[in-house]
């Protein structure tokens, strides 16, 4: 079974740096590039972007580039997404997701929540 | 950037009636949109891609139609289960945008 499991819930105060991950299995890890996808309190999904698993290459939205980093250690198979100071309203949850080779995501994480207080 | 829109903002069907969602994306985007379903406290779900073609295990009364431009997810007679949010995604430019989802509540 294909699956990518989050870590757990994060709770940091405005500036601090934080770093989620993603762990695929199940499948080829370098196979699939891995996107992130993020849900803020009561809203709806924003694409944020991708990274491959081969060589952290990545691809970002514009809203996020900067603003986040995404790498990949394929050697443990796991994706992560980092900050580097963190804001209030970073404060949403962030799912990772497969995209299948032909571009859509399949399947999702079960996500991380991420909260941020100042 | 293309602009996925979905209307409407909210959909109230009944259990075993027809529900009808939209999607409209602000440039042709040919057939690459995909559909989600997320319930409540769950990740989303991939239900349809290829803008027509249901993904493995989604059930028959979930079928995707539309190419260019206008896209529409029909569910021909509702189960409980489907009350939930819908959401279309384009994958044919960067950055791959959702729409801004449709809930499908209970009337």
């Known amino acids: 079974e294909v699956q990518l499991v989050q870590s757990g819930t994060e709770v940091k105060k405005v500036g601090e740096s934080l770093k989620i991950s993603c762990k695929g299995s199940?499948?080829?890890?370098?196979?699939?590039?891995i996107g992130w996808v993020r849900q803020m309190p009561g809203k709806g999904l924003e694409w944020m972007g991708l990274?491959?698993?081969?060589?952290?290459?990545?691809r970002y939205s514009p809203s996020f580039q900067g603003q986040v980093t995404m790498s990949a250690d394929k050697s443990i198979s796991t994706a992560y997404l980092q900050w580097t100071s963190l804001k209030a309203s970073d404060t949403a949850i962030y799912y990772c997701?497969?995209?299948?080779?032909?571009?859509?995501?399949?399947?999702w994480g079960q996500g991380t929540l991420v909260t941020v207080s100042s | 950037e293309i602009v996925m829109t979905q209307s409407p903002a909210t959909l109230s069907v009944s259990p075993g009636e027809r529900a009808t969602l939209s999607c409209r994306a602000s440039?042709?985007?040919?057939?690459?949109l995909a559909w989600y379903q997320q319930k409540p406290g769950q990740a989303p779900r991939l239900l349809m891609y290829g803008a027509s073609t249901r993904a493995t295990g989604i059930p028959a009364r979930f079928s995707g139609s539309g190419s260019g431009t206008e896209f529409t997810l029909t569910i021909s007679s509702l189960q409980s289960e489907d009350f939930a949010f819908y959401y279309c995604q384009q994958y044919n430019n960067w950055p791959r945008n959702f729409g801004q989802g449709t809930k499908l509540e209970i009337k």
């Open positions: 440039q042709s985007i040919s057939s690459n």
């Open positions: 997701a497969r995209q299948t080779g032909g571009l859509w995501f399949d399947p």
């Open positions: 199940g499948y080829t890890f370098t196979n699939s590039w």
């Open positions: 990274v491959n698993p081969v060589d952290s290459g990545t």
